[in-house]
């Protein structure tokens, strides 16, 4: 593997887009404990180290000898390269096609349902067919005004079927795209630095950072530029980089910023952790979370320690060593986890180690920066940022949904009263910063503020996430965004809590709403109620824990007809979040 060292400013001054902004070190308390060690070597034999992929004409494909077993995503790769779509232009000539001419022939019918996923084009066949979900890389969640009014005028056009939302990875998707449109919104992509590629499939997905990074007051460092650097890493300046377009299964990537974990690293497939060694700056490394139907885990160290200008050769030799060794048979055990657990997290790591540009890669620092027992704090509302004199806004998206005239007043807000930024966060959320103290109570009284997307919304709003469900996806088993709303509001209106439940809400297994991470999770099913009619229903989630303490919840109840849902929360919320029924706080008083 070739060197990557890149070289960073100390922490205490990375740059930032406006130098306004300047960035201040916080002091972090460093933990007690060193890392846990890492598990014994498995016995593995020297032929299962064999690569497993080789390159051709510039694109890694999967060797003969490993071919049998592979599951059909495996097949429709080595029929056809998927990148080749983007990198020699293949869209232009699947767009001209009419899509039912398309499903006519397997080839073109997987460029539509598989291959175009490489571009972040996602087909929604069963729900809203000849219609495209497009998902795009925000590393960090930073968006522009400019971005944001070019995705408005993209999702106007297509009327009712057209929205967006804000993701669980810190992203933009859009609904309602057409493919005869891609080309020419793939080129105006350039135009706003906008890049929907590699966002989908057997890729790495958007990288999450601190939504705050740069305007925190208590940052431990400032990871956009981090972020900044996988994402173009990652993608070859959105070029496409083959390299890593042929992974087993998805990847996910996190730079720790902050003591809050707004990140969760613990369902990330590499997560930084910021650390010093011997006064140098640097990071730990977890690796290993994931979600699945099947399987969930929590990341585990690595024992590994990395300087903070070397986190591209890192990123690279784990990349390689999942993109070699990893399985490619069941889709339900191919996730890097799975590879972990076969080689032993030892054997693993010597993987990793030979592909670092100096076959190298130091122990894990027992000088972890992030502070085990901070308190997470809550963004919504004004804030004071670290450059005296300006403020940033969090305000609550009501599960991530959008329609265009949002957005354009977004980037009018941004503009107006900010910088012409927006920090799209990981619980569907979006913050405006750089907003000097004498416009805050301006912005405050804007009407999209007052009458739609609260900076101080409802306590039980404040946690609430939903996927896509049954409305777009295929996958989804139930509806899940309004359910999600309206089992809030009705639940809020029988009890009292003082403190923010965070709920989320997924449409099936695949749980892309993160149920394992909440305090109460959702995750949608079939079920029969008490006449026996089949009615859409949920399986109950309890006990997800975020922050240094982080643990995933466990199922509580299986299969709850959804119109079972509110009395089921009012009781847990009583008996294990302290709420208090309305009724009874009026007799109280």
């Known amino acids: 593997m070739s060197s990557l060292h890149v070289k960073f400013l100390a922490p205490s001054i990375l740059p930032i887009s406006n130098n306004k902004f300047k960035n201040v070190r916080a002091h972090a308390t460093p933990p007690q404990t060193a890392p846990p060690p890492p598990s014994a070597a498995v016995a593995v034999d020297a032929e299962r180290l064999e690569p497993r992929v080789e390159e051709k004409d510039g694109f890694f494909v999967l060797k003969e000898k490993f071919r049998q077993g592979i599951n059909p995503q495996e097949k429709a790769k080595i029929e056809k390269e998927p990148m080749k779509l983007f990198m020699e232009n293949g869209i232009e000539e699947l767009s001209k096609i009419p899509i039912e001419d398309l499903d006519k022939s397997k080839l073109t019918k997987d460029d539509v349902d598989v291959r175009l996923k490489w571009l972040g084009l996602f087909h929604r066949r069963k729900h809203h067919y000849g219609r495209f979900m ?4 925000l590393p960090n969640g930073v968006t522009t005004s400019d971005q944001t009014r070019y995705l408005a005028s993209v999702i106007r056009k297509y009327g009712k079927d057209g929205c967006a939302d804000v993701t669980t990875r810190q992203n933009w998707q859009i609904r309602g795209v057409v493919l005869a449109d891609v080309p020419d919104i793939l080129k105006r992509f350039d135009e706003v630095g906008l890049t929907s590629l590699q966002s989908g499939m057997d890729n790495v997905r958007n990288p999450v950072g601190n939504p705050l990074a740069g305007i925190d007051p208590h940052e431990i460092v400032d990871t956009r530029p981090y972020n900044n650097l996988l994402s173009q890493y990652i993608t070859a300046n959105s070029r496409g980089n083959p390299s890593f377009t042929n992974l087993p299964r998805k990847w996910n990537v996190c730079v720790i910023g902050s003591h809050d974990l707004y990140e969760h690293p613990h369902i990330n497939d590499l997560a930084y952790m910021p650390a010093t060694k011997d006064g140098r700056f640097g990071f730990n490394l977890l690796v290993g979370g994931f979600f699945s139907p099947k399987r969930c885990a929590e990341a585990i160290p690595l024992d590994a320690w990395v300087p903070g200008d070397d986190i591209l050769p890192a990123c690279g030799a784990i990349l390689e060593t999942f993109r070699d060794l990893g399985t490619r048979g069941n889709r339900q055990k191919t996730r890097m986890m799975w590879l972990i657990d076969e080689l032993g997290i030892e054997k693993f ?10 076959a190298n890669l130091e122990r894990a620092s027992s000088e972890d920066l992030v502070d085990s027992q ?5 963004y919504f509302g004004a804030h004071p940022q670290k450059q005296e004199g300006y403020s940033f806004v969090g305000i609550h998206i009501p599960v991530g949904r959008v329609q265009a005239d949002d957005m354009d007043e977004l980037a009018r807000l941004a503009d107006t009263y900010g910088s012409g930024e927006l920090r799209l966060t990981v619980e569907q959320n979006i913050i405006i910063p750089n907003i000097p103290d004498s416009k805050v109570e301006a912005l405050l009284k804007e009407p999209l ?7 101080e919304p409802p306590i039980l709003m404040k946690g609430l ?3 896509t469900g049954n ?3 295929g996958q989804a088993i139930i509806e899940t965004k309004a359910r999600a709303l309206k089992v809030t509001e009705e639940v809020g209106r029988l009890v009292s809590v003082s403190k923010p439940v965070r709920m989320h809400w997924t449409g099936c297994p695949n749980t892309c709403g993160q149920v394992q991470v909440a305090d109460i999770g959702f995750m949608g099913c079939m079920t029969r109620d008490g006449s026996g009619k089949v009615v859409e ?12 303490d982080s643990h995933l919840g466990d199922v509580y109840k299986k299969a709850v007809p959804c119109d079972q849902l509110v009395p089921l929360v009012v009781d847990l919320l009583v008996q294990k979040f302290g ?8 007799t109280e008083d």
Do not use: H, N
Request: charged letters at 40%.
């Open 537 to 548: 229903g949920a399986d109950v989630f309890l006990g997800g824990r975020i922050g240094s």
């Open 471 to 473: 409305q777009f996806c």
């Open 374 to 378: 901070w308190e997470r704090r809550d």
């Open 449 to 455: 503020l007052t009458e739609k997307f609260s900076p």
């Open 349 to 358: 790591r010597e993987e990793v180690a030979k592909r670092m540009p100096e």
């Open 579 to 586: 709420a208090v029924l309305r009724e009874r706080e009026e």
């Open 134 to 137: 497009m998902r795009f890389k």
């Open 465 to 467: 996430v939903a996927c």
